[in-house]
């Protein structure tokens, strides 16, 4: 499961491998295919009814009804695009294969390409801005990214390490507290806005690669892993 989205206490969308969307109205002890297309990396919502998802060789899904149904609006490229991020109508960014960055202002129909530092070095894995400006990016080569200026220019604030590393999701609950999360089921915090970052207390559900997360406050979030299964903290 790649890709989750936590809509309340109660709605949860999740895209997965095989191009499976589900949909759980319970807080995930049911859930309801949605329907069935490309494999499905990234998610994200703007408001109860518009959504954007992504996945392989660049596809760009688009929902208004809550996630019942999706239409296709564009495909980016021809390599897969791992993570979106919906910060307005117009502002979309999507963070995709090689180090690839993407900035849309006209809320998914066109997009511009940027790319990270390490452009050359692997895929850009998560994308999460807190505004049309500012930003974090992570990807396979470990680091956590920060921008200012949507994407222009990037600085190296954190890294998982050498081997194993590959961040794949970076998730903040308000403008402090954020997760991130990879390989090996690491698991970091910050509290401090992504000034840094510290696994200290943290006990990840497992070793397995870590997707993608959602969280519904600074307690209450859902992960899903390479194991198959969606894990819940409270």
């Known amino acids: 499961c790649r890709a989750a989205y936590m809509k309340s206490p109660t709605e ?92 849309s202002v006209d809320g998914g129909l066109n997009f511009t390409e940027r790319n990270l530092p390490n452009v050359s070095s692997g895929s850009t894995k998560t994308l999460w801005f807190f505004n049309a400006n500012e930003g974090f990016a992570g990807g396979e080569m470990g680091s956590i990214y920060y921008t200012t200026n949507a994407g222009v220019l990037w600085t190296s604030v954190y890294s998982f390490g050498a081997s194993f590393n590959n961040v794949e999701d970076i998730f903040f609950v308000n403008d402090s507290v954020g997760f991130a999360c990879g390989e090996r089921g690491r698991f970091v915090k910050t509290v401090n806005r992504g000034q840094t970052w510290d696994s200290t207390g943290i006990d990840g559900p497992n070793e397995n690669t ?8 600074a307690n209450t979030g859902y992960v899903g892993s390479t194991n198959g299964c969606i894990y819940k903290t409270s």
């Open 12 to 103: 949860i969308i999740v895209g997965a491998d095989m191009g499976n969307i589900l949909r759980s109205t319970n807080g995930g002890s049911v859930w309801n295919l949605l329907t069935t297309g490309s494999y499905l990396y990234g998610m994200d919502f703007l408001d109860a009814n518009t959504g954007i998802c992504v996945g392989y060789r660049g596809i760009v899904l688009k929902t208004t009804n809550s996630g019942l149904g999706w239409n296709d609006i564009k495909t980016i490229h021809g390599f897969e695009a791992y993570d979106v991020d919906v910060v307005s109508s117009n502002n979309v960014f999507v963070g995709s294969a090689s180090g690839r960055f993407y900035s």
């Open 210 to 217: 870590l997707w993608e997360m959602s969280f519904l406050n």
